[in-house]
């Protein structure tokens, strides 16, 4: 098992520039999500989805979209990429609550900068 | 919206002192984990507690979460340099899980 895999690790961008991370898990978890981290900011929800097809709003989505098409991927996109979207994006999944188990198995983390 | 108030931000303890981090939430949570994050890699899952007043245990871990199920801690009895890394809180009320900020422990050997 691989778990939860990202690729790229590393991408520098310009202003304005698109891109589109992707995020792949084979644990057959229902939910998956998109997160960011700053210094001193912890980890802030993007975007999320509970399922293929799904997706939701998280607590800062604004500049970024998603898609589902797949149980096992969840992809991140940048449309038109912005110096504040500077930080290190870490995806994870998990089953639903309602199984009663939780807990989030992370990606290793793609670390994005934009010039 | 639900938050998830972490204190302290940092804590520099000396290598066998004892080591705690409080985590508060605005609203009464379903249930809280914790995560731990090494320098440089990812969160990784520690433990969950969903009952009122439950205190569960790990090796030299110690998680207590509060009666009203909005407050949670965490104690780690004896820090060893392995120890070293941000520990986040994360509750889960009635939005997707919400992380606190995390506390940074250094442990000076």
């Known amino acids: 098992n691989a778990g939860v895999t990202q690729t790229p690790k590393f991408r520098v961008l310009k202003t304005g520039q698109s891109m589109t991370l992707l995020c792949a898990q084979d644990?057959?978890?229902?939910?998956m999500y998109w997160y960011r981290q700053d210094p001193g900011m912890g980890l802030r929800l993007i975007h999320y989805?509970?399922?293929?097809?799904?997706?939701a709003k998280g607590e800062v989505p604004d500049g970024y979209n998603v898609s589902r098409l797949k149980k096992q991927n969840f992809l991140l996109g940048l449309e038109s990429a912005a110096p504040s979207q500077t930080s290190v994006y870490f995806c994870?999944?998990?089953?639903?609550?309602?199984?009663?188990?939780?807990?989030?198995?992370f990606g290793p983390g793609t670390r994005l900068t934009v010039t | 919206g639900q938050q998830v108030m972490q204190i302290p931000q940092y804590q520099h303890v000396q290598e066998g002192e004892d080591f705690t981090t409080y985590c508060n939430s605005s609203?009464?949570?379903?249930?809280i984990q914790w995560y731990k994050q090494r320098p440089g890699g990812h969160p990784v899952f520690l433990i969950q507690?969903?009952?009122?007043?439950e205190v569960k245990k790990q090796k030299r871990l110690t998680f207590q979460f509060g009666e009203a199920k909005k407050n949670s801690s965490l104690h780690i009895t004896a820090t060893q340099t392995t120890d070293v890394g941000t520990y986040f809180c994360?509750?889960?009320?009635?939005?997707?899980?919400?992380f606190g900020k995390g506390t940074r422990l250094s442990v000076i050997a």
């Open positions: 994870a999944s998990s089953y639903s609550p309602g199984t009663g188990f939780i807990e989030q198995y």
């Open positions: 644990m057959n978890h229902e939910y």
């Open positions: 989805s509970v399922g293929e097809g799904t997706t």
């Open positions: 609203t009464t949570l379903s249930n």
């Open positions: 507690l969903v009952k009122s007043g």
């Open positions: 994360a509750g889960l009320g009635n939005t997707p899980l919400v």
